[in-house]
């Protein structure tokens, strides 16, 4: 993979109050690459996250977006960049339907002003034809859903307006293997439109499956990154608990020192 990073964050800290929960940490990702961030409860995961997508402002550290240093102060700057989050609740409304939720907030109007719900059916099944061919039910509220097409519609909404990197924060913690496998599928599909995507999990089952790279954090720092075909389950467990880097990846701060 020769092109330029889609993202690259370095050097990022943030603290609150007297905790450092962002530690100087420094990680990219390519177009068309999935990487799965990983880390016990307190790690910095969802923190490193939040810097990205605006939701936190970060204390220091720079974000360079395809090579380009970007201002990254809000949601909205974010979006402005193509960076869309898929946080674990989803933010579905639950009473209206998948094209309602696709468009929430962005209705398409008529040149009467009224809602457009033709223009907006129609774009739904566009999306939702090249996401999850299967789904159709496009009449019903999300609600009445099951979890993996729940997360399809989810996904769509952030897709649909040019998402060109995905932040996807624990996607399969509240779903059953089948679904788990669906939003597997999903992934791939947008791995090979091209779109970047952060994978936060718990699941290192679930990451090796789906990720090109693995990235730990323990205490707010990087333990390591690696290819997931550079290391074992084994290892990557002992990144985790340990903060021990294994050859095959490269040692970020958080890394244990050698022993002597
Ligand atoms: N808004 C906040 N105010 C104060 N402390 C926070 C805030 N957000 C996160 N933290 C702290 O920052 C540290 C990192 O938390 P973060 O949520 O990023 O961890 P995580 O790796 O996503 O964990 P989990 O796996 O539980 O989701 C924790 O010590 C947490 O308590
Ligand atoms: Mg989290």
Known sequence: MTAKPLVEMRNISIAFGGIRAVDHASLDLFPG???????????????????????????????????????????????????????QTLALADNVDAAANLFLGRELKTRWGTLDDVSMEAEARKVMGRLNPRFRRFKEPVIKLSGGQRQSVAIARAIYFNARILIMDEPTA???????????????????????????????????????????????????????????????????????????????????????
């Open 174 to 260: 509240a779903l059953g293997p089948q679904e788990t496998a669906q939003v597997g599928e999903l992934v791939k599909q947008l791995k090979a439109e091209g779109i970047g995507i952060f994978l936060i999990s718990h699941d290192i089952h679930d990451v090796f499956d789906l990720a090109d790279r693995v990235c730990v954090m323990k205490n707010g720092q990087v333990v390591g990154t690696a290819r997931t075909s550079d290391v074992t389950q084994d290892e990557v467990l002992g990144m985790i608990i340990l903060g021990k880097c294994p050859p095959g990846a490269v040692p970020g701060p958080g890394a244990m020192p050698m022993a002597a």
């Open 33 to 87: 690459e999935v990487v799965g961030l990983l880390g016990h409860n307190g790690a910095g995961k969802s923190t490193l996250i939040k810097i990205l997508s605006g939701a936190y402002r970060r204390d220091s550290g720079d974000i360079y977006i395809t090579g380009e240093k970007a201002e990254i102060n809000n949601p909205r700057d974010a979006k402005k960049y193509g960076i869309e989050t898929i946080y």
